[in-house]
């Protein structure tokens, strides 16, 4: 009997130093996507429709491709991603399969399933970095398995299974007692340490990839991942940080050198990906509405520096806001819509808090 994503909480919250993979075998199974599950997922919410149709209007150009506005209108497989599976799951079948055709032409590498993570409108060449970012991939791969669901397209199934099987080919590895999800191929590994990005454990996205392979290194992905996750965490309020780095000799966790050591840009989609999959246990949900509360609604900050608590001198924007509403913020009301968001990544934030809570709503 499959474990439900509520059980897996305290399964997982309790575990201490056991291995997830212990806890797991103990239970019997691993909590995967049931049919019904999967079902509600990528089901037709009015909100998420709606919602979609304003980040259509805003980030969709008609050849298929999103457009950072953030970021002087570049794009990325990330937000190729996010609109495959915002596409998908408002039923948009033209404008997914668009998006799909431009990621896949332009993006997807000749050599493996995976994708470049950058793409510059009017430089020669357009894609001059051929690195994947893994998230991206892994986003992408769950587009196109709600896609393949929802409209009975094997070839989008078997896509996605070939995405998963190079992610995880390529783009894990073993450090110390964990096997970790590099962000990249290029970049991220030292004679020394690595450098993880926690928010690119897209934890929905992992969970289909057991779903659909039934390959038990998922798990362990998975549930190194939440380790991970749960001791990677510095300062007053115990929060990720953007980049963490291993020690290969020591197995330290340390803020990652090279960037600035903040709760911000990237590991805002921490607890949302785990709330998601109904994994934000009762102790890390503490630790993210103790933050949240600390600043309210009217002042979350952008970011917050985990060495010595300093805050942006500017408020978060509407995305962030949407996401604390799905993770512990306490004056949280109906999320913010996409016709506040100031950007792409605002907007792709407050869709993904909408269809969060629709899957959530549904079980």
């Given at each position: 009997m499959l474990l439900d994503f509520m059980k897996l909480q305290k399964h997982v919250s309790g575990m201490g130093r056991r291995s997830f993979l212990s806890v797991m075998?103990?239970?019997?199974?691993?909590?995967?996507?049931?049919?019904?599950?999967?079902d509600d997922a990528i089901g037709v919410n009015p909100q998420v429709a709606q919602q979609w149709s304003i980040f259509r209007s805003k980030y969709f150009r008609p050849?298929?491709?999103?457009?950072?506005?953030?970021?002087?209108?570049?794009?990325?497989?990330?937000?190729?991603?996010?609109?495959?599976?915002?596409?998908?799951?408002?039923?948009?079948?033209?404008?997914?399969?668009?998006?799909?055709?431009?990621?896949?032409?332009?993006?997807?590498?000749?050599e493996d399933a995976l994708f470049s993570w950058r793409y510059l409108e009017g430089h020669n060449?357009?894609?001059?970095?051929k690195n994947n970012a893994t998230d991206g991939d892994l986003l992408i791969a769950l587009g196109l398995a709600w896609a393949g669901k929802r409209w009975k397209r094997a070839d989008y199934i078997q896509d996605a299974m070939a995405i998963y099987g190079d992610v995880l080919k390529l783009m894990t590895r073993p450090v110390g007692p964990y096997t970790v999800l590099l962000p990249g191929a290029v970049g991220f590994l030292t004679k020394d340490a690595v450098t993880l990005n926690l928010s690119y454990y897209v934890m929905p996205s992992l969970m289909q990839a057991f779903a659909l392979t039934g390959d038990a290194q998922w798990t362990k992905v998975m549930g190194d991942g939440l380790q991970i996750i749960a001791k990677g965490r510095f300062g007053e309020w115990k929060l990720p940080p953007d980049w963490l780095s291993i020690n290969l000799h020591t197995n330290a966790f340390s803020i990652a050198k090279g960037w600035p050591p903040r709760f911000s840009y990237d590991a805002i989609r921490v607890p949302l990906y785990l709330s998601w999959a109904h994994m934000l246990t009762p102790e890390l949900l503490a630790d993210f509405s103790r933050f949240w509360n600390h600043y309210g609604a009217s002042a979350l900050p952008g970011w917050v520096d985990l060495t010595n608590g300093t805050r942006s001198p500017y408020n978060a924007p509407p995305g962030y806001l949407a996401?604390?509403?799905?993770?512990?913020?306490?004056?949280?009301g109906e999320l913010p819509t996409l016709d506040h968001a100031p950007d792409y990544y605002s907007a792709a934030l407050t869709m993904l808090a909408y269809i969060a809570r629709n899957q959530g709503d549904g079980m």
């Open positions: 075998a103990a239970a019997g199974s691993f909590p995967m996507l049931s049919r019904a599950e999967a050849d298929g491709r999103i457009v950072d506005t953030g970021n002087s209108g570049e794009s990325h497989s990330e937000g190729q991603g996010y609109g495959m599976l915002f596409s998908a799951a408002a039923g948009d079948r033209a404008a997914f399969e668009a998006i799909w055709t431009w990621a896949r032409a332009n993006l997807q590498h000749k060449p357009p894609v001059a970095d996401v604390a509403s799905c993770t512990g913020l306490a004056s949280a």
